[in-house]
């Protein structure tokens, strides 16, 4: 049972216009949604949070938006850069306090020049 | 700053032989998380510790067992193996008490099992 899915398992996007990732979950009880970013050889790295009670998050060229009543989250990365290119994973807890997280299986991203 | 370091990086056991992967955390960190990502799937949880307690677990069975010591580092014990325990497997650490920062966990690169 896959609470949380990417359903994209690629994206290719040219340097310097928008990359969309999305997210869709299963869970209502989610409290809290992440993005990690993950390249090979490396463990996944955090990059952007937002809690169920806000609809967006911004933080640089990395914007995390959320739709409580679709349940679904996407992560808007402006402009794309080559070194963007990495494995982006969604993830999900039901609670604030814990270090259980729900991942996604996945999107890998390439920005080409 | 040393993040989060795990050994062995790769290994190659057998069926029904046990493994034991280590993780020494984030300095200042306090809190070790185990995650499993099987090939094509995104990092599962098996369990956390803390305080040398075991505090979450995930839907894990008891073969896959875990200890922390007192200077926060932790191991992971997988007895029996089966085919399917091959997998990528990823420590993580945080700290309890900064839980402004909360579920933002620092990995490491992971250890690397095939069981053949």
């Known amino acids: 049972d896959q609470q949380v899915k990417q359903n994209s398992p690629s994206l290719s996007v040219q340097e310097g216009r928008i990359s969309i990732l999305n997210c869709d979950y299963t869970?209502?009880?989610?409290?809290?949604f992440l993005w990690y970013k993950k390249y090979p050889a490396e463990g996944p790295t955090f990059l952007i949070s937002?809690?169920?009670?806000?609809d967006k998050n911004e933080d640089g060229r990395f914007t995390v938006f959320l739709n409580k009543s679709a349940k679904h989250l996407s992560l808007h990365i402006v402009p794309s850069q080559p070194g963007d290119s990495a494995v982006y994973f969604c993830?999900?807890?039901?609670?604030?306090?814990?270090?259980?997280?729900?991942f996604g299986t996945g999107t890998r991203l390439q920005v080409f020049p | 700053d040393a993040g989060v370091t795990q050994s062995p990086t790769h290994l190659i056991k057998t069926r029904g032989q046990q493994v034991t992967l280590r993780c020494s955390p984030k300095?200042?960190?306090?809190?070790v998380s185990w995650y499993q990502q099987a090939l094509g799937q995104g990092p599962q949880f098996i369990f956390q510790?803390?305080?040398?307690?075991?505090?979450q677990r995930g839907n894990f069975p008891d073969r896959f067992s875990g200890h922390q010591f007192p200077n926060y580092s932790s191991e992971l014990n997988v007895n029996a193996l089966l085919l399917g325990d091959s997998a990528l497997y990823l420590c993580?650490?945080?700290?309890?008490?900064?839980?402004?920062?909360?579920?933002?966990?620092?990995f490491g690169a992971g250890s690397r099992l095939t069981v053949l």
């Open positions: 993580a650490s945080s700290l309890d008490l900064n839980r402004a920062g909360a579920n933002v966990l620092t």
């Open positions: 510790y803390y305080e040398e307690e075991e505090r």
């Open positions: 993830a999900a807890s039901l609670d604030y306090n814990t270090d259980k997280l729900i």
């Open positions: 300095s200042g960190h306090d809190t």
């Open positions: 937002i809690s169920s009670i806000k």
């Open positions: 869970n209502s009880m989610f409290d809290y």
